[in-house]
């Protein structure tokens, strides 16, 4: 019963969360008056959803959009797609993830990549759908290697609840992810091993796209560099990979075998200025 209660009081409780934030207008409105960026608490936030904050941030500034910073606890609860950081645009609108950002500031003429051609927005799709698999291997290293899992991911994921959720919430949520990664069809060994292995493939993808440029994708007028959303999801999760400390990192061993890599986000950060991660490393 007392399980039951809990339950009860947590599903109350992200609705009535819900109904304060309202649903998102069905009413476009170009105009983006303010921002909210609800986020964990620093020391809180776990690798997938760092690496998911800064790439927004970044996002966000390369449109020149300022916005205000809460922190919240339970902003895994306020989402409304299980995604966050969470922003609320204006009061009413609820964004939550890079790709409902992308979406939600493209219908307000808000875009990076709009003088591209067909074949580069074609790429750019491709390789935006590579970092779905970085994503999930974020998730493999938070929550499947058990040094990880015990010294960093445990304590921060319970550190808003009490017993007995301290224990249900994270057992639930463990065998949510070991189920996401298995369902990943080319992935036929949930190990260490395949973990390496599948996040040298990503950087290998993503060293021989980049090549000798300094950005995804060229200028075609002028030559010159242009950063789209892709240059600041890419950014965002590998300087995230790079800046976070966990007990047991071979993600980010991986990823540091390819100096183009480094390299890149070392580029981007002199030239463009996309350094977002800066003020929580």
């Known amino acids: 019963m007392l399980v039951c209660s809990s339950f009860n009081t947590r599903i109350s409780l992200r609705m009535s969360i819900l109904e304060q934030l309202n649903d998102i207008s069905t009413t476009v409105n170009n105009e983006i008056n303010s921002i909210r ?91 935006t759908a590579l970092i779905k698999r970085l994503e999930a291997l974020e998730l493999f290293t938070s929550w499947l290697i058990e040094d990880n899992y015990t010294h ?26 070991y189920r996401l990664v298995a369902s990943q069809g080319q992935w036929h060994d949930i190990s260490s091993e395949m973990l390496m292995a599948e996040t040298k493939d990503v950087a290998s993808a993503l060293t021989e796209r980049l090549g000798d440029q300094g950005t995804f994708f060229k200028d075609g007028d002028t ?20 800046m ?22 070392k580029y981007v950060e002199s030239k463009h200025g996309l350094r977002a ?5």
């Open 37 to 127: 960026l609800i986020d964990h608490p620093k020391g809180f936030e776990l690798l997938p959803s760092r690496c998911e904050a800064t790439s927004i941030k970044v996002l966000l500034e390369k449109h020149g959009l300022s916005y205000q910073v809460e922190i919240k606890s339970n902003v895994e609860y306020i989402s409304t797609n299980g995604r966050f950081p969470v922003l609320i645009f204006n009061e009413t609108d609820i964004v939550c993830g890079f790709s409902e950002l992308v979406k939600y500031l493209w219908k307000r003429g808000y875009s990076l990549s709009e003088k591209l051609n067909q074949n580069e927005k074609c790429d750019m799709d491709i390789y």
């Open 244 to 265: 976070t400390k966990l007990p047991s990192y071979r993600m980010k061993r991986a990823l540091g075998l390819h100096s183009r890599l480094i390299d890149y986000c």
């Open 277 to 281: 991660q800066r003020e929580r490393s």
């Open 223 to 242: 030559g010159q560099d242009v950063v789209t959303e892709l240059d600041c999801l890419v950014y965002g999760h590998l300087n995230a990979i790079f």
């Open 152 to 177: 960093v991911t445990l304590p921060a994921y319970t550190s808003h609840t009490t017993w007995p959720l301290s224990a249900i919430l994270p057992f639930y949520k463990k065998r949510q992810v």
